[in-house]
């Protein structure tokens, strides 16, 4: 096996999708009030198109307090000379107005209430006078202002939501405006975690000389749990290719990915290689990125379990960049999800490029009169600060020798 034959960003992302490409998803349905509890946690995301089945509103709906009108009645009036029209009722909260209006006459209604038949705008209180049962009208009411519209909101077979969409507080409003109590969901995708190291120990210990805090376990499984996956297992594991072998065969089976982070470069203390090539079948298909950080990151396939193994860089902002770009990359490609987009910002300083591989830059976002800038955030890659201190990345591919001071670049949030 050659070590670090690395691929491109693309390349690997290619091949993932090529062993992925008949991968079976899972659905399940939930109820409504499974996707407000679910807007707490772990999003849930759309596993099929969702069509409304009736207008959105399905009756005509005053947006203001006011006067239902006929708009052409009330052209021409203002302050110094009002529009007088009789008031022929008045429209309760929550009931159907059950009477019409023609021109010359106006009715009450409230917000939200039903518009009577015949009127089609609303005139704000503020901009009426009642005197004895004759309502002056002092401002002219456009045809649809102050009305919500019959399908204004959705028509009948309009996409409510499509496949793909986080459930959010938004959509479960959508979901409750067309009377939808259960929503087709995929089943997140389940992963396992492996942090290995003989100077790992655990977060409240101590550490003695030579160790240090294992800092992945965690920042990898919050990373995992926002970008949908459950995280279903999670393990410290000393440099011992015994173990990790032991440990890996009861993580494959009950799981869709598993991350081993550490021992991915060309070390003698290195084993995550030598196991994966030893028990997945076809085994390993990216040794290396062309990628700053990165560049030590293996993906393997297992057909037999259907499970994707990446091994990430020990280092933490190199881990979590990695994952980033290539977990999740595949799990909003899988489901169908459109990535956020990127904001365009002008870099502050120039910028080394690197030659042969493309460089991910942490940067801080900073608004200015004339759009936002992005500020550089230097450090090593085992430095878990850079991330903290950033609110996204920018990409250098790796035909640029850098970026120029003023140069536009896109970030992507964290």
Excluded at 293 to 311: A, M, N
Aim: with cysteine; charged share 25%; hydrophobic share 40%.
């Amino acid at each position: 096996m050659k070590l670090l034959k690395v691929d491109t960003l693309e390349e690997a992302r290619e091949k993932l999708k090529e062993f992925t490409g008949k991968y079976s998803l899972q659905y399940k349905k939930i109820s409504l009030d499974e996707v407000i509890e679910s807007c707490r946690g772990m999003p849930l995301i759309v596993s099929e198109d969702i069509y409304a089945s009736s207008d959105i509103p399905d009756f005509r709906r005053s947006t203001v307090d006011g006067y239902a009108v006929i708009a052409s009645d009330t052209f021409g009036a203002g302050e110094a000379i009002p529009v007088l029209l009789k008031q022929a009722g008045t429209v309760s909260m929550g009931k159907e107005a059950g009477f019409s209006i023609k021109n010359g006459e106006c009715a009450y209604v409230p917000t939200g209430g039903m518009l009577p038949g015949g009127a089609d705008a609303v005139a704000m209180v503020e901009y009426c006078d009642n005197s004895g049962g004759s309502i002056a009208v002092y401002k002219a009411a456009a045809p649809l202002s102050g009305v919500a519209d019959i399908g204004e909101d959705f028509r009948k077979g309009d996409l409510l939501l499509g496949r793909g969409t986080f459930l959010k507080p938004a959509e479960a409003g959508a979901l409750a405006a067309a009377g939808i109590m259960e929503i087709p969901v995929f089943m997140p995708l389940k992963i396992s975690i492996i942090s290995i190291g003989d100077e790992l120990v655990s977060p409240e210990t101590s550490p003695k000389s030579g160790e240090i805090r294992d800092i992945n376990s965690y920042a990898l499984k919050a990373l995992a749990e926002r970008r949908g996956f459950r995280v279903v297992s999670s393990c410290r594991l000393p440099d011992d290719e015994e173990k990790l072998e032991g440990r890996m065969k009861e993580m494959l089976p009950e799981s869709d990915v598993v991350i081993i982070s550490g021992g991915s470069s060309k070390g003698d203390a290195d084993k995550t290689a030598a196991v994966m090539e030893h028990i997945l079948k076809p085994g390993i298909f990216t040794h290396g990125l062309s990628l700053k950080p990165g560049k030590p990151t293996i993906l393997g396939w297992d057909e037999k379990s259907r499970t994707i193994v990446c091994g990430l860089p020990g280092n933490p902002a190199a881990a979590l960049i990695t994952f980033e770009l290539i977990l999740g990359w595949f799990i909003d490609r899988i489901f169908s999800r459109p990535s956020p987009f990127p904001i365009p910002a002008r870099v502050s300083s120039n910028v080394p490029g690197s030659p042969g591989r493309s460089v991910v830059l942490p940067v801080r976002l900073r608004l200015e009169e004339d759009g936002y800038a992005a500020e550089p955030v230097f450090g090593k890659s085992g430095m878990v600060s850079i991330l903290t201190r950033s609110d996204g990345y920018a990409i250098i591919e790796n035909n640029r020798e850098g970026l120029k001071k003023g140069e536009t670049v896109l970030v992507h949030l964290w």
